[in-house]
């Protein structure tokens, strides 16, 4: 019996064909199959968040983010669902994704994950500053916690 292709694959080797499904479905205005498409994607995305990523997987992260920032766009001032969850999971992973300075030039190629993803990270630090109860301390005039 033959299997497909993709079945040993690893999850970072499925995060674009998940993306390009979903790029399709919204094409074609098929939400049942986007939606399967999205979850899928966020599933191999968790999948990956338990490792040390290497080189290979910010590569397949890199090439996820870049084509889900071509492929999709804004939807009449609403985010966008998987350009949400791809910069959610960046925001997330930042500090274990950008050793090389990969995710930086990303920002400087593509201005809508730049103010997606500092939108995010702004967000989180304010959540943060308001839950962790941060204490304020001022060096040279500027607010550091």
């Not at 949400?84 to 050793?99: H, I, N, P, W, Y």
Request: aromatic share 10%; proline share 3%.
């Amino acid at each position: 019996m033959l299997r497909p292709e993709w079945h040993d694959s690893g999850p970072e080797e499925l995060l674009l064909m998940h993306a390009r499904v979903y790029a399709l479905a919204n094409y074609w205005a098929i939400e049942e199959l986007s939606e399967l498409a999205l979850n899928r994607l966020l599933f191999n995305l968790q999948a990956l968040k338990a490792t040390e990523y290497n080189p290979v997987q910010v590569r397949y992260i890199v090439e996820l983010i870049s084509y889900v920032y071509e492929k999709t766009c804004m939807r009449h001032g609403e985010r966008e669902p998987m350009r949400q969850g791809v910069t959610r999971f960046t925001a997330l992973e930042l500090t274990k994704l950008d050793s090389e300075g990969e995710i930086a030039r990303l920002m400087g190629t593509y201005g809508d994950f730049a103010d997606d993803l500092l939108s995010d990270l702004t967000r989180r630090i304010k959540l943060a500053e308001v839950w962790g109860g941060t204490q304020h301390r001022y060096l040279a005039g500027i607010e550091v916690c």
